[in-house]
T-cell receptor
């Protein structure tokens, strides 16, 4: 089983609609959680951290469910520019320093 | 310019050759990382470094060597390139070891081994 699993999609979303997708992680000791965005043939970029109580950043809302070991990302009022692959990332702090583990990504295509 | 830069952007090499991918950051971040990204596998950690002269293996270290004699540089060497090492390689750096600030990635090196 992969440490971080995501539905690869693609999620085809009409412009202006809401889309949500989840990511599950296997290690219950995971301590930090993030969503990264990756555009085609570009480097991943941090979209937002995910906090225990859930958090918003503009049209983006992230939630963490530790009991069920998943995080979610919701995008409201989707824009064409939201088309990208969204990477779920978890961090497990170890003695030698933390490392981020990336999911395979969920592809989102926003269409006019 | 400040940031994290990788070179070369594109590289084609032959099987069996040694090739070095360069990574340079100007923030004096302690942590640096090398990932490879392949279809079906996502990003996988090859090696990371917590500081100059401190390196450790990641998930897929076989066939790779790293060094970090200076904080700002973290080169990745493929000792004898194989076709399975054809991939996109990303270098990243982090301000702290606690990942609270996430990682900043370089633009990547697309390596093709023929």
């Amino acid at each position: 089983r992969k440490e971080v699993e995501q539905d690869p999609g693609p999620f085809n979303v009409p412009e202006g609609a809401t889309v949500a997708f989840n990511c599950t992680y296997s290690n219950s000791a995971s301590q930090s959680f993030f969503w990264y965005r990756q555009d085609c043939r570009k480097e991943p970029k941090l979209l937002m951290s995910v906090y225990s109580s859930g958090n918003e950043d503009g049209r983006f809302t992230a939630q963490l469910n530790r009991a069920s070991q998943y995080i979610s990302l919701l995008i409201r009022d989707s824009k064409l520019s939201d088309s990208a692959t969204y990477l779920c990332v978890v961090s497990l702090i170890k003695a030698a320093g933390n490392k981020l583990t990336f999911g395979g990504g969920t592809r989102v295509l926003v269409k006019p | 310019d400040a940031g994290i830069t990788q070179s070369p952007r594109y590289k084609i090499t032959e099987t069996g050759r040694q090739v070095t991918l360069m990574c340079h950051q100007t923030w004096s971040h302690s942590y640096m990382f090398w990932y490879r990204q392949d279809l079906g596998h996502g990003l996988r950690l090859i090696y990371y470094s917590a500081a100059a002269d401190i390196t450790d293996k990641g998930e897929v270290p076989d066939g790779y060597v790293v060094s970090r004699s200076k904080t700002e540089n973290f080169p990745l060497t493929l000792e004898s390139a194989t076709r399975s090492q054809t991939s996109v390689y990303f270098c990243a750096s982090s301000e702290s070891g606690w990942a609270n600030y996430g990682y900043t990635f370089g633009s990547g090196t697309r390596l093709t081994v023929v």
